[in-house]
């Protein structure tokens, strides 16, 4: 062991800094200027209002797969245990109290007869024969719209939505809860509530699976009614893990600066979440290269137009860039070990991973339209895909930055404070 190591002691306070209230303030005037610029872009276009209520979905569901991906990632931690849990238990659970929030940008998006009707075909035209007859719709889409309407109706559209909330809702208020309960056992036992948190997650981590497949479906998938995939949920469920892990990491490199993350937020621990990185940075790249393969080499007709739609008219461009920016650099730069332990190059790293987020919902969400697919041209509407998420997101994160500041930022009752508290052994 290196000289000059010792053992630390956690600060008597335990409370987020001061200056997640100046966190908390820049995102409230983010989110007040990208909604002016919304607003202002909304009229511009003059589309009625057809891209602000894209760009609002796609808004909604980044902000969505914070919150739940949040919920996901803190159970999945349960089941697998280590001590980076640790440290991103406490910022993850201030993700999962965002969902009052989500719920709200939900909305818009779902208010029958209004914005349901202008996103999705199923809802404008459930009478498909009158539809085919005017030129509406394609012979694919009515087809598709008829078998498929048991699903794709309003009602079943709400009545899906509201038991996925309902589900979280109950489980993030039981992992909130019992966590707050752990730490106040005076005689916490570990295997009792290690158990009750397993059971817990184990059976959530599955639950949570199918309902995020069924809001991929409904509020994603479904805005091209003729194309389906029996994956699509996957590469959501492995998304969420990849933009949810990056924000992490940026939460706790900016709470570090700072008592109580200064103290347990070792190199050790900040390696082993770069390496995480690393393998959601994979697990994404496998599951997008094994679907586009299968689906280009079977080259059927039912399935290709999907992305046919995304790579021609100048949508190539935005595909190469989705590669490069959600795979090439990522993987490329978490391969070196010395990026992994410096905090301003992890940084870039992690801004780089929500920002392909972002850019790849874009490519996921716009190309099923009409007048965008195969046809990338440059309007104000295409702008709202900047204004509007950014409006939303930026007040998403000042709610997150609201909800670190209410608990200790440490689990006192974790097994693991004890080891992370440790000196650090000396690194060649």
């Not at 209410?406 to 693991?416: E, F, I, K, S």
Request: net charge neutral; with cysteine; hydrophobic share 50%.
């Amino acid at each position: 062991m290196a000289h000059g190591y010792h053992e630390k002691t956690l600060p008597a306070d335990l409370s987020a800094p001061a200056f997640v209230n100046g966190w908390r303030s820049r995102a409230l005037i983010l989110g007040v200027v990208f909604s002016v610029l919304g607003i202002i872009l909304g009229f511009l276009a003059n589309d009625g209002w057809n891209h602000f209520l894209r760009a609002w979905l796609m808004g909604f569901m980044l902000c969505f797969g914070f919150c739940c991906g949040g919920m996901a990632l803190l159970m999945v931690q349960y089941l697998s245990g280590g001590k980076w849990g640790l440290l991103v238990r406490r910022p993850l659970e201030a993700m999962t109290r965002t969902l009052p929030l989500v719920f709200l940008y939900f909305l818009p998006v779902g208010i029958f007869g209004v914005t349901l009707k202008q996103l999705y075909l199923w809802a404008k035209y459930p009478d498909t024969e009158n539809a085919l007859k005017n030129h509406l719709i394609s012979a694919e889409q009515a087809h598709a719209i008829h078998w498929k309407q048991p699903m794709l109706n309003p009602v079943s559209f709400w009545v899906v939505i509201l038991l996925c909330f309902a589900s979280w809702a109950l489980y993030t208020y039981l992992l909130n809860k019992w966590s707050l309960q752990r730490d106040a056992d005076p005689q916490p036992h570990v295997p009792y509530w290690q158990r009750k948190f397993e059971n817990l997650s184990g059976f959530g981590i599955v639950l949570y699976s199918l309902t995020l497949t069924a809001i991929a479906i409904y509020c994603v998938m479904s805005l091209d009614p003729a194309w389906f995939s029996t994956v699509y949920g996957l590469p959501f469920l492995v998304g969420q893990g990849y933009a949810v892990l990056a924000l992490i990491i940026l939460t706790l490199i900016g709470l570090s600066k700072a008592e109580p993350i200064k103290t347990i937020f070792r190199v050790t621990e900040q390696h082993d979440l770069g390496k995480l990185c690393f393998a959601f940075t994979m697990l994404n790249m496998y599951l997008a290269f094994a679907a586009f393969l299968i689906i280009w080499s079977g080259n059927s007709p039912e399935e290709i137009p999907w992305y046919l739609d995304r790579i021609r008219g100048n949508w190539g461009v935005v595909a190469t860039f989705d590669v490069i920016f959600h795979w090439l650099l990522p993987f490329t730069l978490l391969l070196s070990r010395d990026l992994k332990r410096i905090k301003s190059r992890l940084v870039i790293v992690c801004c780089i991973m929500i920002f392909a987020r972002c850019w790849d919902m874009w490519w996921l969400i716009e190309p099923n339209f009409p007048d965008a697919a195969r046809n990338l041209h440059f309007s104000f509407g295409i702008l709202e895909y900047i204004a509007v998420p950014g409006a939303l997101i930026s007040f998403w994160m000042a709610y997150y930055f609201s909800n670190l500041k209410t608990r200790p930022l440490v689990a006192t009752n974790d097994p693991h404070v004890a080891e992370i508290l440790e000196p650090e052994h000396a690194h060649a």
